[in-house]
T-cell receptor, first 117, second 114 residues
Framework: ETGVTQTPRHLVMGMTNKKSLKCEQH?????MYWYKQSAKKPLELMFV???????ENNSVPSRFSPECPNSSHLFLHLHTLQPEDSALYLC????????????????FGEGSRLTVL | KQEVTQIPAALSVPEGENLVLNCSFT??????LQWFRQDPGKGLTSLLL?????REQTSGRLNASLDKSSGRSTLYIAASQPGDSATYLC?????????????FGAGTQVVVTP
């Protein structure tokens, strides 16, 4: 496996369910991100982890809970979501020590399409 | 606050025509700018990344230019093909410490007709 992989690709859940999205990167990067893409809106950054430490929580509601057990894996735990949370959730990674020739280029997974009923 | 705008929102061209996609940003203090392609229901594929010290980057039929002082970048796709149909997004990285906090435009949806 190469690149950034996300599972599941599609998820339908009720408002009382608990589910998790998983992301794994095989690029040796030190930073991972969750982005949300809603219809007709630009991508929104949700969470940033570098070296497994959360460095950014972009005012995301507590019904979204990230977990980063190591630098290769990132989870997004979901509970008591609302229909307006239906969106494409994208995971990304980068090598984010911006020194030398490193550009911090972002690489994305295929996304998890979430529908909340 | 940095704002990124992509105009037009949608574009349709016949096969073989050159594509010109525009991206503008309000704060010229950027570290780099990245162009992505997104197919329907899929993730983003990185196309080109231009550092703030560069004027352009090329990859095959793709050429991206950057004019930081005027807050503009342009993506050129030569001799377009139906397979180029997708949404193209640009994103700017504001500072060296912005840990992937890219600011995205809303994208330009491109249709190339055979």
């Amino acid at each position: 496996e190469t690149g950034v992989t996300q599972t599941p690709r599609h998820l339908v859940m009720g408002m009382t369910n608990k589910k998790s999205l998983k992301c794994e990167q095989h690029l040796g990067h030190n930073a991972m991100y969750w982005y949300k893409q809603s219809a007709k809106k630009p991508l929104e950054l949700m969470f940033v982890y570098n070296f497994k430490e959360q460095t950014e929580n972009n005012s995301v509601p507590s019904r979204f809970s990230p977990e980063c057990p190591n630098s290769s894996h990132l989870f997004l735990h979901l509970h008591t979501l609302q229909p307006e949370d239906s969106a494409l959730y994208l995971c990304a990674s980068s090598q984010d020590r911006l020194v030398g020739a490193n550009t911090g280029e972002l690489f994305f997974g295929e996304g998890s399409r979430l529908t909340v009923l | 606050k940095q704002e990124v705008t992509q105009i037009p929102a949608a574009l349709s061209v016949p096969e073989g025509e050159n594509l010109v996609l525009n991206c503008s940003f309000t704060d010229s203090a950027i570290y780099n700018l990245q162009w992505f392609r997104q197919d329907p229901g899929k993730g983003l594929t990185s196309l080109l990344l231009i550092q703030s010290s560069q004027r352009e980057q090329t990859s095959g039929r793709l050429n991206a230019s950057l004019d930081k002082s005027s807050g503009r970048s342009t993506l050129y796709i030569a001799a377009s093909q139906p397979g180029d149909s997708a949404t193209y997004l640009c994103a700017v990285r504001p500072t060296t410490d912005s840990w992937g906090k890219l600011q995205f435009g809303a994208g330009t949806q491109v249709v190339v007709t055979p």
